[in-house]
């Protein structure tokens, strides 16, 4: 599995943007770059995926480098409700999902 | 139904207990698995049924028995844990058991107490 690097925590205000980074510098060609998402006292939540194009979805932009060792998962908008721990996971296609040790993004009202 | 439910959310149990963890999804998906997570901790794998069979055993101690008796439902069976085994269990869902977009759905876990 490939080892991912994300801060430990960050703080944004609340409506304001977010980038939460992830190095994954020994991501295999194959591997996709999942993002999940563990609010409190509840399971995780996926967020979105790519390989190496930009990905928008309603939840979340994610800008992957174009050397695919780094991506950056972008909240448009912080709301109270994004408060988790945010979790970079490269995956290819098995059952898999290796967690590693995650962002907590605390928002600030 | 986008949900994978989980019972019991609270279980206390003593170390010579039998107990059982149930989770149940009607997505239709196929593979189902266990997590465990440990106060913050990140979840940790622990099985993973694939079309009701196991496909996956993270190494777990035969005192953790899954069971998949059906497309839609999973159980854990608990004997003679530990106090150290205390910890959140997370069942989890997807479509398919390969391919990219499989997607994880999780349910809101059973937070386990040994005593």
């Known amino acids: 599995d490939a080892k991912t690097t994300q801060p430990n925590s960050m703080e944004s205000n609340e409506e304001e943007p977010v980038h939460l980074p992830c190095n994954h510098s020994?991501?295999?060609?194959?591997?996709?770059i999942h993002w999940y998402r563990q609010l409190p006292s509840q399971g995780p939540e996926y967020v979105i995926h790519?390989?190496?194009s930009n990905v928008n979805n309603r939840m979340a932009s994610l800008a992957i480098a174009e050397d695919r060792k780094s991506s950056t998962l972008i909240l448009h908008r912080a709301t109270l409700r994004d408060a988790a721990v945010y979790y970079c996971?490269?995956?290819?296609?098995?059952?898999?999902?290796?967690f590693g040790t995650g962002t907590r993004l605390t928002i600030i009202p | 139904d986008t949900e994978v439910t989980q019972t019991p959310k609270h279980l206390v149990m003593g170390m010579t207990n039998k107990k059982s963890l149930k989770c149940e999804q009607h997505?239709?998906?196929?593979?189902m698995y266990w997590y465990k997570q440990k106060a913050k901790k990140p979840p940790e794998l622990m099985f993973v049924?694939?079309?009701?069979?196991?496909?996956i055993n993270e190494s777990v101690p035969s005192r953790f028995s899954p069971e998949c008796p059906n497309s839609s439902l999973l159980n854990l069976h608990l004997h003679a844990l530990q106090p150290e085994d205390s910890a959140l269990y997370l069942c989890?869902?997807?479509?398919?058991?390969?391919?990219?977009?499989?997607?994880?759905?999780f349910g809101p876990g059973t937070r386990l107490t040994v005593l």
């Open positions: 989890a869902s997807s479509q398919g058991v390969a391919g990219v977009n499989n997607e994880q759905f």
């Open positions: 020994t991501i295999s060609g194959t591997d996709y």
């Open positions: 790519g390989l190496t």
């Open positions: 996971i490269p995956h290819f296609g098995n059952e898999k999902l290796t």
């Open positions: 997505m239709g998906h196929r593979a």
């Open positions: 049924y694939s079309y009701e069979k196991l496909s």
